[in-house]
């Protein structure tokens, strides 16, 4: 199971850190991210980071945003800096475990404000 946490209301130029915390070890993941959904747009990819470390970011975030992982506490981290209205979006955290199985939080509202 994959619970974020952290998403809220934040004016232009704002920052916010999300964090999504694991019911069990984040080591089993092959890789993790973050994903959001905007209304009336796909799903997409914000960040992406490997079990190895290596990290893969959307251009349209590059720069602004930082994903991390801490596996002593199970959690990963999207720190987001320079909001923009366009942000705006429920973000998801993401768990590949391989031989196609993943993991989907429930989602957390990001509203960035003009």
Known sequence: ????????????????????????SILSFNAMGW????????RELV????SGGWTH????????????TDSAKN??????????PEDTAVYYCYGDLGQGATLWGQGTQVTVSS
Do not use: D, H
Request: charged letters at 15%; a positive charge; aromatic letters at 6%.
């Open 75 to 84: 959690t990963m981290y999207l720190e987001m800096n320079s909001l923009k």
């Open 35 to 42: 994903y959001r959904q905007a209304p009336g747009k796909q």
């Open 57 to 68: 970011y959307a251009g349209s975030v590059e720069g602004r945003v930082t994903i991390s």
């Open 1 to 24: 199971q994959l619970v974020e946490s952290g998403g809220g209301l934040v004016q232009t130029g704002g920052s916010l850190r999300l964090s999504c915390v694991a019911s069990g």
């Open 47 to 50: 960040a992406f980071i490997g």
